[in-house]
């Protein structure tokens, strides 16, 4: 049987012995095209189990910031590999993880003082709330309510759910949220609105925490609001001992031109959550920051006063290995410049772009260029899928998001691969858009 087994499957593609087996995220399987089978990756290069060959745009949401199969990455963790692989993170320490925190405290904003470590975007910003609430908890104050921006994402475990405000796909779950308000976006006209609102919320209600994405919201399509509205929150939040939040799991890393978009702000956060580029995608990380008022309000001898939240492979010193070495790659100036020259490159494709009939708005922060198409809301349905295909027939991987198409390319990119990008961009404006 187990011989007749494995002659069945002789002969079928991956994508084929994929549907069989395999429950994928984010997808509705009975109107799901099948799915493509990538063989490996190098750089910028995706490569199919036919041989085609595609530029991978969004470096795989946003993670593999420094190209796939990095040497550099891959020599630190192969490296950690044959000293350490996994150690139980309550009762043990370890080098690659002091390293690592000591280093992320170098570079993220000055007021970050201890590092809490997880294994994904969603739990980094679950522990952010944690801390937020429980902080109050700890001190005696009640306070019971999250408060997000519209529009936000910030992951997809319970808490992350709750807060994110892109609820279409939430209808089975949302009784089970917990109890959050949601802010208007400041965007420059209605900044003082958005600010006496708050101040009738702060009244109103019991609010813990503010979980927001500094300056750019990623799975909104990366959508850009106004920095100074968001600073008059920050600052109002602050004075109410409203712990701050920056999900920084997709800006961090330099996407914004700066190491953390919270650098561009006068108002640091209390808590700032990372994974995504952080560990480069080799090695699946994410990591929680706080201040110390922040660890102060846990540190007791109550037991109970503690953060009880632990995933088993928290703090895996393959991920740290993978983390430092790619922030050495962030800080050589090999990778500094590079993001230089794709913010100027974007630049002036963004100017083109402006001046193009069918681009509603072009928006630019750091490596990140969204474009919105300027395409009536009835078209969104197919476009999706369309846009997608088009980019894949011209061996670009993107994708859209509505009616924006967004490039977040690694920052190793070339200047002639980010022009085959920028080509198939200006085609479908011609061939798609109507
Ligand atoms: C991707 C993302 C998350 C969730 O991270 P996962 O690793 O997918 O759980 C949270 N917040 C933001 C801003 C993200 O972009």
Redesign the pocket.
Known sequence: MKFLGKNIRFGKSLSERDQEVIWHPLTQHKTAASLKAIKKAKGVWLEDEDGNRYIDGIAS??TSMYGHCNPKIRKAVSKQMEKLDQIVFSGFTHEPAVELAEKLLEILPHNQAKLFFND??????EVGMKMALQYHHNKGNKRNVMMALEEG????TFG?MSVSGLSVYNGAFEEHFIEVIRLPKPVGYNNEEVLKLLKAWIEEYDIAGFIY?PLVQ??AAMKTYSKAGLEDILKLCKLNDIICIA?E??TGFGKTGKNFASQYLQVSPDVL?L??ALSAGMVPM?ITSCTQKIYDAFYDDDVSKGLFHGHTYTGNPLACAAALASIKLLQSDEIQQQIKDIISWHQSFATQLKQHPKVAEVRQIGVILAVDLAVKMERYGNLRNELYQFFMDRGVFLRPLGNTIYILAPYVIQKEEMQQIYDAILACLEEVIH
């Open positions: 949401w946003y994904n975007g969603s739990t980094a910003t994402f910030h992951g997809d992350a994405e990623g799975a999900d799991v997709m959550c994974s995504k994410g």
